[in-house]
């Protein structure tokens, strides 16, 4: 079955690096994404990984995959205060952008 | 380039009545999605568009139906609301083939009283 979880909230100082982890359970998850919320606003894609992928980096942001632990987890390097915001993790079974099965949310607070 | 849009912004129905909702993807995109994202939840996916067809479909009853245009455009109905349908209604567009990437609108707030 498909179930993505993560840890709810996460705190960090300005300038230092946030880690956001997600765990999936569908060992089939083909392409898992993050995605950033602001308040009262949409979903921004913010980066994906393949599943044969272990890393991915983007500028200051970097993605990690553990498949063997079904683990994910997105780095953000120098944190800053536009960083505040929910972060969903995401899993796509199948190619060509099939249905996204989502985490609740990681609500990331950062610290002046 | 535009990117996803929908409409209405924000919506005030009453418990029974129907509702449409409004989607244009990406410029250059196929293929539309919707997902119900309840609050203090994550989205949750509704059903997929191509081709003027439904493709995929979660786990949400018939009251909820939808519709895509030949411009790709796409509605989402919902009838016989009631008050659990209150969320915020996200619209996801993507290419069909050679691409992975979903990108979302900025969504419709639903409120059923």
């Known amino acids: 079955g498909e179930d993505v979880e993560q840890s709810l909230f996460l705190s960090v100082r300005e300038g230092d690096s946030s880690v956001i982890n997600c765990t999936y359970t569908?060992?089939?998850?083909?392409?898992l994404y993050w995605y950033k919320q602001e308040p009262g606003a949409g979903l921004q894609l913010l980066t994906y990984?393949?599943?044969?992928?272990d890393m991915k980096q983007d500028q200051r942001l970097t993605v990690l995959l553990n498949k063997k632990d079904k683990h994910l987890s997105l780095r953000i390097a120098d944190t800053q205060t536009g960083d505040s915001a929910i972060y969903f993790c995401?899993?796509?079974?199948?190619?060509?952008?099939?249905?996204?099965?989502f985490g609740s949310g990681t609500q990331l607070t950062v610290l002046p | 380039d535009a990117g996803v849009t929908q409409s209405p912004t924000h919506l005030i129905k009453t418990r029974g009545q129907q509702v449409t909702l409004r989607c244009s993807p990406k410029?250059?995109?196929?293929?539309v999605s919707w997902y119900q994202q309840a609050l203090g939840q994550g989205p949750q996916f509704i059903f997929q568009?191509?081709?003027?067809?439904?493709?995929q479909r979660g786990n949400f009853p018939d009251r909820f139906s939808g519709h895509q245009f030949p411009n790709y455009s796409s509605e989402l109905n919902v009838n016989a609301l009631l008050l659990g349908d209150s969320a915020l209604y996200l619209c996801?567009?993507?290419?069909?083939?050679?691409?992975?990437?979903?990108?979302f609108g900025p969504g419709t707030r639903l409120t059923v009283t």
């Open positions: 996801a567009s993507s290419l069909r083939s050679g691409s992975y990437e979903q990108y």
């Open positions: 569908d060992s089939s998850s083909t392409y």
């Open positions: 990984i393949f599943s044969n992928m």
């Open positions: 995401a899993e796509s079974i199948g190619g060509s952008a099939r249905q996204l099965t």
């Open positions: 410029s250059g995109h196929d293929t």
């Open positions: 568009y191509y081709e003027e067809e439904e493709r």
